[in-house]
């Protein structure tokens, strides 16, 4: 009888009125924070980089961050028990660029603040840290630095030894590069190489490309967007 007391009393205590209040509190601040994030992250994503989904999981995180946190309080066994069924679920997701892990970490962290009821901290927390990303996307959205990166392929036929042979014509074109991988293509009768390379302000694209055809016998070569090497 006692335990059904103490169970009845403890489940009154956590729905009164004033948990309830702070918690919808909570909810409705971070929703409005993650608006601000979400507008913040589109204002400053080239029309090509920008990710709808992102945009979406960026006004979601600070919500539901905030509604744990306003759940758990101060107990420390509702603290364990979430973290006790966190630690089954698994993470699956494809890579993501670090423009977006960033605002997804910057979502967390407002909706951390928010939940433990610094509604003020929070919001001048996100005023801030927008107003930085968008003076830095002002200022770095003429430089070239992040353009000028590239993946480079290109395929040699097994009759020419690939050791060394692009590395004058690259060095002519590019600030720097770097072979990432080399793999072995229709049957063992080509072989593919792909080189990160960050071209030169200055690089002729065609003639750098006209020189590498000739010097793999005019087999594929693919010069594309930057991909990030994954392991």
Do not use: H
């Amino acid at each position: 009888m006692d335990a059904v007391k103490q169970f009845f009393s403890s489940l009154v205590e956590i729905n009164s009125g004033s948990n309830i209040i702070n918690t919808v509190m909570a909810v409705l601040v971070a929703s409005v924070l993650g608006v601000i994030i979400y507008f913040t992250y589109k204002l400053t994503c080239k029309a090509f980089m920008y990710d709808e989904e992102v945009g979406l999981v960026l006004i979601v995180v600070p919500i539901v961050v905030a509604l744990l946190l306003s759940v758990i309080g101060t107990s420390i066994a509702r603290a364990f028990s979430l973290a006790g069924a966190l630690s089954i679920i698994r993470y699956r997701s494809v890579m993501m660029s670090p423009k977006s892990l960033v605002y997804i970490f910057f979502g967390m962290g407002a909706g951390f603040i928010t939940g433990v009821g610094l509604y003020l901290p929070a919001l001048i927390f996100v005023l801030l840290t927008c107003a930085f990303m968008v003076v830095y996307g002002m200022l770095t959205s003429g430089k070239k630095s992040t353009v000028s990166r590239k993946t480079l392929l290109v395929d040699v036929p097994e009759s020419i030894n690939y050791d060394g042979l692009f590395e004058e014509t690259l060095k002519k074109y590019t600030d720097g590069f770097a072979l990432s991988s080399v793999g072995i293509v229709n049957g063992g009768t080509v072989t593919e190489l792909v080189y990160q390379v960050k071209l030169k302000d200055t690089a002729d694209t065609k003639a750098m490309l006209d020189e590498l055809r000739v010097l793999n016998g005019n087999f594929k070569i693919l010069l594309s967007q930057y991909r990030p090497v994954t392991q």
